[in-house]
Structures are given as C-alpha cells and as structure tokens.
C-alpha cells in the first residue's frame, strides 16, 4: 500500500484545511486508514480513524467536534478537513494505513503497517 498525504499549508487561527490522503495498492480496500500528526519534540500523536468498509469513525478528544474524518471509496481517498483551527493543531500530519484494525489499539503509531510522507499544518495565533 501507498500513501500520499497532501494539503497542509499556512492557516490563520479559527480557519479551516482539508487534507486529503490517496491510497494505493492491491489491498487497499481492507485497509483501515488513520491520520497521525508530529511536532518538534512531541510523540506521534493520533488524531482519526475511518474503517474502509464500514466507514466507522474516531477521534482524538482534542480534535472531536473541529475535525471530520471521511473517505471517496471510488478515489482510493480520506480526507481530514480540519475546521476552527488552534496554533496547537500545527504539526506534520501523517496518514497511516493499518490491516489488522482494533479499536483498542488504534492509537499506537508503531502498530500501523504504512505511512505516507507527512504533509505541514500551520496554525497561526
């Protein structure tokens, strides 16, 4: 499976960005796809998942209610649109793919099998 994050950029506080992430590969279908973001000195930190097929949803507490996780079956495509941004939301955010989903530990960034390149999200105050 192949990622490719795009869509960050500069964003002034209370505005809006929508990253998209474009999978390929033959299994990409029974992928569950989740969207991680990274800043300076800071642990990898989950933001949302979506389930391939059932399009279940979750979400980080600090992001639930701004952020909305979705995907285009047809396009191979998740998408994070990112509403009433925070100078705290600004990180590299990663999308990462992951075969043998669990609820339980969706959250743990080494669990996730591939990862796209990372794309920049910049809030500022």
């Known amino acids: 499976v192949q990622l490719q994050a795009s869509g960050g950029g500069l964003v002034q506080a209370g505005g809006s960005l929508r990253l998209s992430c474009a999978a390929s590969g033959r299994t990409v279908g029974s992928y569950a796809l989740a969207w991680f973001r990274q800043d300076l000195g800071t642990e990898r930190e989950f933001v949302a998942a979506i389930t391939w097929g059932g399009g279940s949803t979750f979400y980080a507490d600090s992001v639930r209610g701004r952020f909305t996780v979705s995907r285009d079956n047809a396009k191979n495509t998740v998408y994070l649109q990112m509403n009433s941004l925070r100078p705290e939301d600004t990180a590299v955010y990663y999308c990462?793919?992951?075969?043998?989903?669990?609820?339980?530990?969706?959250?743990?960034?080494?669990?996730?099998?591939?990862w796209g390149q990372g794309t920049q999200v910049t809030v500022s105050s």
């Open positions: 990462a793919a992951e075969n043998n989903f669990r609820v339980a530990t969706m959250k743990r960034a080494p669990l996730y099998d591939y």
